[in-house]
């Protein structure tokens, strides 16, 4: 009997587990745990699905701007098809002047003393027509800043002084 006793008081002093009860607390946290995770899935599944439509909604926006652009068939690759579009725009203009650098250049050094009544231009070369009001003088150190153009080359074709300015036809050409 007193192995027993021994063997019992030793038995006291282990704590018991129930396995019923810690089966039904891991049950409990697997429940919580698959109930967050499946939340959290959800707002995913749900994010992504959004983000996916809006996705959508800009690529089908961006392609009718290409068919805009393009016409119906844009093919496989729009923005490449754009860009060589555009560079071929870029040549063409860069074989004549530009008319608004052209007027860009013009009105630089003169501000409100330069009136300008016609410009023709053709491939490289252009006729400018306009009045300087102001003295003759004036006139020739607008022509002197022009001079200092870095993109064209102005030069005089025609000028007639009159009373309140001078009545000018400059030539124009790129450097």
């Given amino acids: 009997m007193t192995h027993s006793k021994t063997q ?19 049950l409990r946290n697997l429940v919580w745990v698959l109930v967050v995770g499946g939340l959290f899935l959800a707002g995913q599944g749900m994010r992504y ?14 392609d009718n701007l290409y068919r805009s652009v393009l016409g ?3 093919g496989g690759s729009p923005f490449g098809r754009l860009q060589f579009e ?3 725009l870029t040549a063409a203009s860069r074989i004549g002047l ?3 650098s052209v007027l860009a ?13 016609g410009v023709t231009l053709t491939g490289t070369t252009g006729r400018v ?17 022009l001079s200092d153009d870095d993109r064209y080359l102005f ?9 309140d300015g001078v009545l000018f036809t400059l030539t124009v050409e790129p450097k």
């Fill in 8 to 26: 019992q008081g030793a038995d006291s002093r282990v704590p018991r587990y129930r396995s019923g009860k810690a089966s039904r607390r891991f």
């Fill in 49 to 62: 699905s959004l983000n996916r439509a809006q996705l959508l909604e800009i690529r089908e926006a961006t």
């Fill in 72 to 74: 119906p068939d844009i």
């Fill in 86 to 88: 555009h560079g071929k």
């Fill in 98 to 100: 530009d008319p608004l």
């Fill in 105 to 117: 250049a013009l009105s630089r050094p003169a501000g409100e003393r330069v009136r300008l009544d």
């Fill in 129 to 145: 027509r306009g009045f300087f009001s102001g003295p003759e003088e004036g006139f020739m150190d607008y022509l002197e800043r």
């Fill in 155 to 163: 030069s005089v074709y025609r000028s007639d002084p009159l009373d």
